[in-house]
């Protein structure tokens, strides 16, 4: 199992970033497929998951500003971040399954301004 994510950056308060992550490894279309994020001194925390049925969830942190997609033809899976905030800031990771999943090295994230 590979997970590669990618996409992170610098960005003020209210800005927008699109996060990819691309699978290999496995049957990705069958997958349910997690983001999470781990800022610094807290708990990984699960954001969103896409089932393989296509039927979606959110924390509340998020609900309403990040959109999880999946492209089963690409074996990728994203996260369109918007209106964010500074304590989204946070390195983000895609897991495979579950949220104690297989995981990449994640993608760096950090709103400021």
């Known amino acids: 199992v590979q997970l590669q994510a990618s996409g992170g950056g610098l960005v003020q308060p209210g800005g927008s970033l699109r996060l990819s992550c691309t699978a290999s490894?496995?049957?990705?279309?069958?997958?349910?497929m997690y983001w999470l994020r781990q800022a610094p001194g807290k708990e990984l925390e699960d954001i969103s998951y896409?089932?393989?049925?296509?039927?979606?969830w959110y924390s509340d942190s998020v609900k309403g500003r990040f959109t999880i997609t999946r492209d089963n033809a690409k074996d990728t899976v994203y996260l369109q971040m918007n209106s964010l905030k500074p304590e989204d800031t946070a390195r983000y990771y895609c897991?495979?399954?579950?949220?104690?999943?297989?995981r990449g090295q994640g993608t760096q994230v950090t709103v400021s301004s």
């Open positions: 896409i089932t393989s049925a296509d039927t979606i």
């Open positions: 490894g496995f049957p990705f279309s069958d997958s349910w």
């Open positions: 897991a495979k399954g579950s949220i104690y999943g297989p």
